[in-house]
């Protein structure tokens, strides 16, 4: 007889999602905002867990991870569930959101600069000009 481990797994919610529309409108891409919003509500997933949580498919997941990790944002570890098969792949957040806003404001920031610097250079292109 086989028996089957129960589990909850945190589905993103209505107000979740909001949370995940304005993190888009940062400049987040949806694959990160999702699981970012996902993992800001649980201690640790797989990537399964994110999966169902979240609606996105495997290769997005993978995406979103790796740009997390590259940014030390979140931590994996692998656990070992019974005596066969892979290890499974658990994800935390390691920082705190207010760390990742940073990221993005400097973005922001510094393409609003580049942005004003072209302004000016078209200013200053009409006014040589005349």
């Keep these: 007889m086989i028996s089957l481990k129960e589990c909850e797994v945190k589905i993103l919610d209505e107000e979740d999602l909001l949370f995940v529309d304005h993190l888009k409108t940062l400049g987040i ?16 997933a797989s990537s399964r867990d994110i999966e169902i949580g979240t609606g996105l498919r495997q290769p997005e997941i993978s995406l979103a991870i790796s740009f997390m990790k590259s940014h030390s944002w979140i931590t994996g570890k692998l656990m070992k569930l019974n005596r066969r098969g892979r290890p499974l792949h658990v994800y935390s ?13 400097e973005i922001i920031y510094h393409n609003s600069q580049e942005s004003i610097a072209k302004i000016q250079k078209i200013k200053d292109i009409l006014h040589s000009n005349h």
Excluded: M
């Design 29 to 44: 891409q949806k694959s990160v905002a999702l699981t970012l919003t996902f993992l800001l509500n649980v201690k640790e």
């Design 93 to 105: 957040l390691c920082v705190p959101l207010e760390r990742i806003f940073e990221y993005y404001e």
